[in-house]
């Protein structure tokens, strides 16, 4: 449902009406959470938390042109905020969807949804994007938490939007989170690309996935920063180049997947991981330590069920829960078939309750 009040801030307080319904969609609310006391109650709406401070009010107004989170206060028993209240930026709220009638292009979306993609209109698409955020330039109201906000207004996402001009069909949306925006940080390019991979098959019918020309431009726009804009000009160049030389298809992609991994993937990460994997020791948590041990040795592109890491396990373990599971009567060393590393795992469970 649209906002129906459209406000102007400025330095003075006005007048806030917050919602009495939860009915703004989940990609809008993210991390926000709707209470409801009773009718007309005056602490019914949305809220957000912070690490340091929680159940902050908060209201997704229509406002200076635009659609805004705002943080609110409740003075002389009406709900009010100023353009100091405006939260630039957030983590935990979100903003419309191109596909959402309330978007202020989505009128654009609707015209331009049958474009047919080629590599000359997505680069036309990416010179016409804006060059400064669409979020009024107001510091954040969050009482010093403008490191825990970050919505989602600003020239990343104008980006995205405008691509998804471009790639989206008439089969929908995209559904479920995307992958945070990328600034090219080598240590979270393997967190960028599970969140990617998990976007992506959630979205695999999707006709903005299954093209993998639109697929590439769709991850290029989750990318932003001074440390991966002239590798996506780069990108872009090179798929004309691919496209000229007649390649296409899925080669495409994966072509692009390879040349993403050689420019951010750490390419230490599987030393680094077996070296800390070697070091693990068992600590307070029994999870924790199997959760870790075990993102270990993916990333090491250990086996799990491999004697060598088994072995491994066994001196990463406290020297009590070892000698527990061995003297347990499940465990026979000379069984033609050792154990799985899940079967050591359930005993350990099992051993640690004892």
């Known amino acids: 449902m649209a906002t129906t009040q459209t406000y102007t801030l400025g330095n003075e307080h006005v007048q806030i009406f917050r919602r009495q319904q939860d009915n703004l969609p989940a990609h809008v609310t993210k991390e926000a959470y709707f209470e409801h006391y009773e009718d007309n109650d005056l602490r019914n709406g949305y809220y957000v938390n912070t690490p340091s401070k929680k159940h902050i009010p908060v209201k997704f107004v229509q406002a200076n042109d635009t659609y805004l989170w705002v943080q609110i206060h409740l003075i002389d028993n009406t709900w009010q905020t100023n353009q100091g209240g405006i939260i630039r930026t957030s983590k935990s709220l979100g903003w419309w969807i191109i596909s959402d009638p309330q978007h202020p292009n989505h009128a654009f979306y609707e015209q331009e949804a049958s474009v047919p993609l080629t590599i000359a209109a997505v680069t036309t698409a990416l010179q016409q994007l804006p060059t400064c955020p669409n979020t009024p330039d107001h510091p954040t109201a969050m009482e010093g938490q403008q490191e825990d906000i970050n919505v989602a207004t600003g020239q990343t996402q104008q980006e995205a939007q405008r691509i998804n001009v471009i790639t989206n069909t008439s089969n929908g949306a995209l559904k479920g989170n995307p992958p945070f925006i990328f600034n090219g940080d080598r240590s979270k390019a393997c967190k960028f690309l599970l969140g990617w991979n998990i976007w992506s098959s959630i979205n695999q019918n999707n ?6 020309i639109s697929r590439i431009v769709t991850m290029l726009s989750y990318m932003d920063g001074t440390h991966v804009d002239a590798w996506k000009e780069e990108q872009l160049e090179k798929l004309k180049e691919e496209e000229s030389e ?10 692009f997947a ?7 993937k750490n390419q230490n990460l599987r030393s680094e991981a077996y070296q800390e994997l070697c070091k693990l020791k068992q600590g307070d948590s029994l999870d924790d330590f199997f959760a870790k041990f075990k993102q270990l040795a993916h990333e090491a592109e250990v086996p799990l069920d491999n004697k060598g890491t088994i072995e491994t396990l066994k001196h990463s373990m406290t020297q009590g829960l070892t000698s527990a599971i061995i003297n347990s009567p499940n465990y026979d060393p000379t069984a033609k078939v050792p154990w799985t590393f899940k079967e050591w795992e359930e005993q350990a469970r099992k051993s640690h309750l004892k």
């Open 207 to 212: 006709n903005t996935m299954k093209n993998p």
């Open 258 to 264: 390879e040349r993403f991994k050689n420019a951010f």
């Open 246 to 255: 007649g390649i296409q298809g899925e080669t495409l992609w994966e072509n």
